[in-house]
């Protein structure tokens, strides 16, 4: 049963993996749909046709450009920031132009689009960040500066929560841990590490992350705001 038919949402970041998976389950339960992407305009496209959803250019490392299309948008019911991008190895080795590319998009960008949206965002709306499990635990070398953005994001969404809750506004994140994508394939050569710290020992599928976020965005997770929303086969435990 379509739960989100007369909302508008926004995806950042949904052209591919997590975001890909987002998209398709908003449109399908009802929601009319735009998402954003930055280099995978084919995939963009693909998804647009499959799905109905409306594909936007939008760098999310260029802040005011993000601002500008959310604005462009009018009142939102649903904001879900996916874009990131993660930047690991040895802090002593690192390029530092990428780790502060980093901390634009998956930090600041994210900070500014949630305040955006919620500038004109209908009664009631919902805001969703996507996190991760490393904002909790770090278990290895080289994420420091990936774990540093996800720590932010907790932050953020605590603070948030409190500043629109008189307006009905949720403001949450989703931590996903190891997730089937481009980012971190299934088969890729950190499987078998990061499968050593799960309960469940296996990369979810990105339309599980997707379940999550339907339910943070839906009609039942009114009261459910300021927190974060571990799903990671136990990464974390
Ligand atoms: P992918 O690399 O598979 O996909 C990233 C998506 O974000 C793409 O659609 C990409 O669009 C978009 N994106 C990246 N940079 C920008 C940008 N500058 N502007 C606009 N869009 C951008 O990643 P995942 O799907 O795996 O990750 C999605 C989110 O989930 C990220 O925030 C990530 O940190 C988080 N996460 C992922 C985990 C995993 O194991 N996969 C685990 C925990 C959290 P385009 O290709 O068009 O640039």
Not at 52 to 57: P, R, S, V
Request: zero cysteines.
């Amino acid at each position: 049963m379509p739960t989100l038919n007369e909302k508008k949402a926004l995806i950042l970041g949904g052209s591919r993996g997590i975001g890909a998976a987002i998209v398709e389950r908003l449109t399908a339960e009802g929601a009319d749909t735009r998402f954003t992407y930055a280099g995978s305009a084919e995939a963009a496209a693909a998804l647009a046709d499959k799905t109905g959803a409306t594909a936007i250019q939008t760098d999310s490392a260029d802040r005011a450009a993000v601002a500008g299309t959310i604005a462009g948008q009018g009142a939102l019911d649903i904001l879900v920031i996916n874009a990131g991008v993660v930047v690991m190895g040895d802090p002593l080795e690192s390029d530092p132009d990428a780790v502060d590319r980093m901390i634009d998009i998956n930090v600041r960008s994210p900070y500014h689009a949630a305040v955006e949206a919620a500038r004109s965002m209908n009664d009631g709306g919902r805001i969703v960040v996507i996190g991760s499990v490393n904002g909790d635990r770090m278990p290895f070398p080289g994420g420091a500066a990936y774990a540093l953005t996800k720590s932010a994001v907790q932050g953020m969404v605590r603070g948030l929560a409190r500043d629109f809750g008189e307006r009905g506004i949720t403001v949450n994140s989703v931590q996903p841990g190891p997730v089937d994508t481009d980012m971190n394939p299934a088969d890729g050569p950190m499987k078998d590490t990061m499968h050593s710290f799960m309960a469940i020992k296996r990369h979810a599928r990105p339309a599980e992350i997707a379940g999550m976020v339907a339910y943070l965005v839906g009609p039942e997770a009114g009261i459910v705001t300021g927190a974060q929303h571990t799903i990671d086969g136990g990464f974390g435990a």
